[in-house]
């Protein structure tokens, strides 16, 4: 916090005053400016943070010279000024100084009706807001009159057994002191924390004379501003009211005026033509001058205009792109500015799929749609069973009555979520949102059978455990089934302001990308190229699984070689595709990893299918998965232990690798593949394995007649492979981070199981965060900084990476940074939030 010497706790605000928002706040702050841009903004007095703490605990500073300035018998408002204005802050209180003597004046010069409505709503909110009182019998009459007046003014004092306050002064006084109560308030201290508040946030107050909006001649107030909040497109919004106060334009559901002529009904540019015009060149000043959109807040005084306040005008995800861009287009702030004016983290909301609307829906329910975008995926009732299910990297609408902070970590690994309780701010609906996760809440006709794991639809059908559904978190339904799913697309803005933060980025993106759509989605958000394509992910669906089973289970390598020929041009296809689609960009491809566990049927129904599919005795593939089942198969035969121990399956895949090069070089760009080993402990395996795709190498070049060249790299994710980077650097042109299995072989912690404990590990603080889902750099980088160390020092120019789910958070990004990592690689859905965060690190 900047040092308050300098300041006053009272500063009447000129063009000159000291001032800071860190000290009297962002609308303080602003007012200033407005009035150095020679707005016609009323007299305005700001209180300091410290000012106000000090009101809080009953210290009042001098009353006298903060109503000083306003002259004799002013009226006055008063409105929060936090650090931040997002942060929120207690109501306004208008119309402070109304007393008798007040009303009775008021009367003369503005009439009877005009004086009494101001009188009965100041009443109102200082009943309501300063002495807390119940609103019941302070609403406001549909018509104002002296009796209702009486009436009112009797209700305070026969609530409170005193008179209403007759003296501006401590009418003041306890306003100031309710709303410096208001902000340290449990609510209030929640709410602004949610927004990113610190918990020491201070609280500003500005003092300002009422410009009046009702009485003779021409009198309103109004609200304009010239973007369009959902869109961040430029163009007039706002509302008139005349003979009407503060934001009550805005409510009203008759009367009040549209700003500019659109033929929606009468306007402000049609009958105040003047001060239409005046208010657009304040708009144009506000922007030019203060860099920003902002939403004025006027009040016309018999024909006067006066500025009150302009705010910064709050924004969807999608506006707040298109302002920053539109700023930097018309050079009113640069583009590294725009870079930084957007959040990383809104842009996955602007990135989701869609149900294809011309496709047919078989609505299951529908519920609240709470957060956008499409997913489909396996139903599952628990937290524990969306982590598994994502740790199988299978897809999963986690369905529950409704969601509490335990159920955070499932939704992380879930798709989508459903609940059957809940409006748009319920805990699933914020949560969703802020996770980009599409979501739908309050879906109460769906009965959830927990016993039964299953969901019973209004129509009676029944969806069990596993069953696939698809959620439209944009429209609100719950479809049966694999719904057809649309690609998201960019918007030019979007398009743009990506390309300025790729001008500023100095660490590559690529994407995690296993199938053609992926690959399509990672080019539509231009990764520069594909980090991690994990090859056995291609054989979890349909027939294919089916095929990779009998692979498993092949006995001898003559039958594991039927298999495997079989596999080999669906492999090629496979790899031809995502060459063609990312056209001449990197595609580094990961050979298989299967842990058997994930391949191998669970139960004995899937036992009697496989024994169909092999025609093989259902004993004997009982007695089989037996043989191959493992105690431990995330450590077991996986990687390259099973490359090495059948090496015909990776060979396979190396002649699959150069017959799509050649093929997807014939017809495009040049094609040079990575090919990358899996849980590497030993240089010997990356000895071993480089000599035989060698050989498969100069197999095709030889059949081809074409020459090619490809990359060889490690994973590193053992600890071993970290600690021996230097040896396994020799055989490496690349080393490529696997931080999820890192993570789990350094925390000794399964990847599966983790989930059972971790809310009370993260909730004792034992860890700040669960290191799946955040890079613990104290551990698992010091692993990452050694591997890169010892790995240059194995060879000089070798390329390093990090391709865990880590790869496109903001910290593992800076982390990658810091130690000169050639690029991370992310879920498609995360590069353009990656590519944002990196040009946000970079700037
Ligand atoms: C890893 O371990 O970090 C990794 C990317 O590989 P997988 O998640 O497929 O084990
Ligand atoms: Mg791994």
Same mark, same amino acid.
């Given at each position: 916090?900047?040092?308050?010497?300098?300041?006053?706790?009272?500063?009447?605000?000129?063009?000159?005053?000291?001032?800071?928002?860190?000290?009297?706040?962002?609308?303080?702050?602003?007012?200033?400016?407005?009035?150095?841009?020679?707005?016609?903004?009323?007299?305005?007095?700001?209180?300091?943070?410290?000012?106000?703490?000090?009101?809080?605990?009953?210290?009042?500073?001098?009353?006298?010279?903060?109503?000083?300035?306003?002259?004799?018998?002013?009226?006055?408002?008063?409105?929060?000024?936090?650090?931040?204005?997002?942060?929120?802050?207690?109501?306004?209180?208008?119309?402070?100084?109304?007393?008798?003597?007040?009303?009775?004046?008021?009367?003369?010069?503005?009439?009877?009706?005009?004086?009494?409505?101001?009188?009965?709503?100041?009443?109102?909110?200082?009943?309501?807001?300063?002495?807390?009182?119940?609103?019941?019998?302070?609403?406001?009459?549909?018509?104002?009159?002296?009796?209702?007046?009486?009436?009112?003014?009797?209700?305070?004092?026969?609530?409170?057994?005193?008179?209403?306050?007759?003296?501006?002064?401590?009418?003041?006084?306890?306003?100031?002191?309710?709303?410096?109560?208001?902000?340290?308030?449990?609510?209030?201290?929640?709410?602004?924390?949610?927004?990113?508040?610190? /918990?020491?946030?201070?609280?500003?107050?500005?003092?300002?004379?009422?410009?009046?909006?009702?009485?003779?001649?021409?009198?309103?107030?109004?609200?304009?501003?010239?973007?369009?909040?959902?869109?961040?497109?430029?163009?007039?919004?706002?509302?008139?009211?005349?003979?009407?106060?503060?934001?009550?334009?805005?409510?009203?559901?008759?009367?009040?005026?549209?700003?500019?002529?659109?033929?929606?009904?009468?306007?402000?540019?049609?009958? #105040?033509?003047?001060?239409?015009?005046?208010?657009?060149?304040?708009?144009?000043?506000?922007?030019?001058?203060?860099?920003?959109?902002?939403?004025?807040?006027?009040?016309?005084?018999?024909?006067?205009?006066?500025?009150?306040? /302009?705010?910064?005008?709050?924004?969807?995800?999608?506006?707040?792109?298109?302002?920053?861009?539109?700023?930097?287009?018309?050079?009113?702030?640069?583009?590294?500015?725009?870079?930084?004016?957007?959040?990383?983290?809104?842009?996955?909301?602007?990135?989701?799929?869609?149900?294809?609307?011309?496709?047919?829906?078989?609505?299951?329910?529908?519920?609240?749609?709470?957060?956008? $975008?499409?997913?489909?995926?396996?139903?599952?009732?628990?937290?524990?069973? /969306?982590?598994?299910?994502?740790?199988?990297? +299978?897809?999963?609408?986690?369905?529950?009555?409704?969601?509490?902070?335990?159920?955070?970590?499932?939704?992380?690994?879930?798709?989508?979520?459903?609940?059957?309780?809940?409006?748009?701010?319920?805990?699933?609906?914020?949560? $969703?949102?802020?996770?980009?996760?599409?979501?739908?809440?309050?879906?109460?006709?769906?009965?959830?059978?927990?016993?039964?794991?299953?969901?019973?639809?209004?129509?009676?059908?029944?969806?069990?455990?596993?069953?696939?559904?698809?959620?439209?978190?944009?429209?609100?339904?719950?479809?049966?089934?694999?719904?057809?799913?649309?690609?998201?697309?960019?918007?030019?803005?979007?398009?743009?302001?990506?390309?300025?933060?790729?001008?500023?980025?100095?660490?590559?993106?690529?994407?995690?990308?296993?199938?053609?759509?992926?690959?399509?989605?990672?080019?539509?958000?231009?990764?520069? $190229?594909?980090?991690?394509?994990?090859?056995?992910?291609?054989?979890?669906?349909?027939?294919?699984?089916?095929?990779?089973?009998?692979?498993?289970?092949?006995?001898?390598?003559?039958?594991?070689?039927?298999?495997?020929?079989?596999?080999?041009?669906?492999?090629?296809?496979?790899?031809?595709?995502?060459?063609?689609?990312?056209?001449?960009?990197?595609?580094?491809?990961?050979?298989?990893?299967?842990?058997?566990? +994930?391949?191998?049927?669970?139960?004995?129904?899937?036992?009697?299918?496989?024994?169909?599919?092999?025609?093989?005795? #259902?004993?004997?593939?009982?007695?089989?998965?037996?043989?191959?089942?493992?105690?431990?198969?995330?450590?077991?035969?996986?990687?390259?232990?099973?490359?090495?121990?059948?090496?015909?399956?990776?060979?396979?895949?190396?002649?699959?690798?150069?017959?799509?090069?050649?093929?997807?070089?014939?017809?495009?760009?040049?094609?040079?593949?990575?090919?990358?080993?899996?849980?590497?402990?030993?240089?010997?395996?990356?000895?071993?394995?480089?000599?035989?795709?060698?050989?498969?190498?100069?197999?095709?070049?030889?059949?081809?007649?074409?020459?090619?060249?490809?990359?060889?790299?490690?994973?590193?994710?053992?600890?071993?492979?970290?600690?021996?980077?230097?040896?396994?650097?020799?055989?490496?042109?690349?080393?490529?981070?696997?931080?999820?299995?890192?993570?789990?072989?350094?925390?000794?912690?399964?990847?599966?199981?983790?989930?059972?404990?971790?809310?009370?590990?993260?909730?004792?603080?034992?860890?700040?965060?669960?290191?799946?889902?955040?890079?613990?750099?104290?551990?698992?980088?010091?692993?990452?900084?050694?591997?890169?160390?010892?790995?240059?020092?194995?060879?000089?120019?070798?390329?390093?990476?990090?391709?865990?789910?880590?790869?496109?958070?903001?910290?593992?990004?800076?982390?990658?940074?810091?130690?000169?990592?050639?690029?991370?690689?992310?879920?498609?859905?995360?590069?353009?939030?990656?590519?944002?965060?990196?040009?946000?690190?970079?700037?």
């Amino acid at each position: 916090m900047q040092q308050e010497k300098r300041f006053d706790p009272v500063t009447l605000i000129t063009p000159t005053a000291a001032m800071s928002p860190s000290v009297h706040g962002g609308r303080a702050k602003c007012l200033q400016r407005l009035i150095r841009l020679d707005m016609p903004v009323p007299t305005t007095v700001a209180l300091s943070f410290a000012a106000v703490r000090k009101i809080a605990r009953g210290q009042m500073p001098d009353m006298a010279g903060i109503l000083d300035p306003f002259g004799a018998n002013p009226l006055l408002s008063v409105r929060p000024s936090s650090q931040d204005p997002d942060w929120g802050g207690p109501s306004a209180i208008l119309n402070i100084g109304m007393n008798d003597t007040r009303y009775a004046q008021l009367i003369d010069s503005l009439g009877a009706d005009a004086a009494t409505s101001i009188y009965l709503r100041f009443i109102q909110s200082y009943a309501v807001q300063v002495a807390r009182l119940d609103p019941e019998p302070f609403h406001l009459p549909d018509t104002p009159t002296e009796e209702s007046l009486r009436a009112m003014l009797d209700a305070y004092e026969y609530e409170t057994d005193e008179v209403f306050p007759q003296d501006p002064a401590e009418q003041l006084g306890q306003v100031l002191r309710s709303m410096a109560r208001a902000w340290d308030g449990t609510t209030a201290r929640l709410l602004r924390q949610a927004k990113g508040a610190p /918990a020491d946030a201070g609280l500003g107050l500005v003092v300002q004379s009422m410009a009046l909006g009702v009485g003779e001649g021409t009198s309103g107030a109004g609200v304009i501003q010239f973007v369009d909040d959902a869109t961040g497109e430029r163009r007039i919004k706002g509302r008139y009211l005349s003979q009407s106060q503060g934001r009550d334009a805005l409510t009203v559901a008759k009367g009040a005026l549209f700003l500019c002529k659109d033929g929606r009904g009468p306007s402000v540019e049609e009958e #105040l033509p003047e001060v239409f015009e005046q208010l657009r060149n304040y708009g144009d000043l506000c922007r030019i001058r203060l860099r920003e959109e902002m939403q004025i807040e006027f009040t016309i005084e018999n024909g006067q205009l006066h500025i009150l306040d /302009a705010v910064r005008v709050q924004r969807s995800n999608r506006a707040s792109v298109r302002i920053a861009v539109a700023l930097a287009e018309d050079q009113v702030i640069p583009t590294d500015e725009a870079v930084m004016r957007v959040d990383p983290a809104v842009l996955s909301e602007l990135l989701h799929r869609q149900v294809d609307s011309v496709s047919p829906r078989d609505r299951i329910v529908r519920g609240i749609a709470a957060s956008p $975008g499409a997913a489909v995926g396996r139903i599952v009732f628990t937290a524990n069973e /969306a982590q598994a299910s994502a740790a199988r990297s +299978e897809p999963c609408i986690l369905v529950r009555r409704e969601t509490t902070p335990e159920d955070i970590r499932g939704m992380h690994a879930a798709a989508a979520v459903v609940t059957v309780r809940g409006g748009i701010t319920s805990h699933a609906a914020v949560i $969703g949102r802020g996770l980009g996760l599409p979501c739908v809440v309050g879906a109460s006709d769906l009965v959830i059978d927990r016993k039964g794991k299953r969901l019973i639809a209004p129509d009676g059908r029944k969806f069990h455990e596993g069953d696939m559904i698809t959620v439209d978190g944009t429209s609100g339904d719950v479809l049966a089934g694999a719904a057809p799913l649309l690609e998201p697309a960019l918007d030019g803005a979007f398009q743009q302001l990506l390309q300025w933060a790729d001008q500023y980025r100095d660490i590559g993106v690529r994407a995690n990308a296993d199938t053609p759509a992926d690959a399509q989605t990672a080019r539509n958000f231009m990764a520069q $190229g594909i980090g991690l394509c994990r090859t056995e992910h291609m054989f979890f669906e349909g027939d294919r699984l089916g095929m990779m089973r009998e692979m498993i289970f092949a006995d001898t390598v003559t039958e594991r070689q039927a298999v495997l020929d079989r596999l080999l041009p669906m492999q090629r296809g496979d790899f031809a595709e995502l060459f063609h689609i990312m056209q001449g960009q990197p595609v580094c491809i990961r050979l298989f990893d299967p842990p058997l566990h +994930e391949f191998l049927p669970a139960d004995k129904s899937g036992h009697r299918e496989l024994a169909e599919q092999l025609s093989l005795p #259902l004993s004997e593939v009982h007695a089989r998965v037996e043989a191959l089942s493992e105690y431990n198969p995330m450590l077991g035969m996986r990687g390259v232990r099973l490359g090495l121990t059948y090496p015909e399956i990776y060979d396979m895949q190396a002649r699959a690798i150069f017959e799509a090069t050649v093929e997807a070089s014939r017809s495009g760009d040049p094609v040079v593949p990575e090919i990358m080993i899996p849980l590497v402990s030993a240089m010997r395996e990356v000895e071993l394995v480089k000599a035989r795709i060698d050989a498969v190498a100069g197999h095709v070049r030889a059949e081809t007649g074409v020459q090619f060249n490809y990359r060889y790299g490690v994973m590193v994710e053992t600890p071993r492979a970290a600690l021996r980077a230097e040896d396994i650097a020799q055989y490496a042109a690349f080393l490529s981070f696997g931080t999820n299995d890192l993570t789990q072989m350094t925390y000794g912690l399964s990847r599966d199981d983790a989930g059972r404990f971790m809310s009370a590990y993260v909730n004792a603080h034992v860890y700040e965060e669960d290191p799946f889902h955040t890079l613990d750099v104290d551990g698992v980088g010091e692993l990452l900084k050694m591997g890169a160390e010892r790995g240059r020092a194995g060879r000089s120019d070798v390329v390093l990476s990090i391709c865990g789910e880590h790869g496109g958070s903001r910290s593992a990004i800076d982390f990658c940074r810091k130690q000169n990592f050639n690029y991370v690689s992310c879920s498609p859905f995360r590069v353009p939030a990656a590519r944002l965060s990196a040009a946000q690190l970079a700037i």
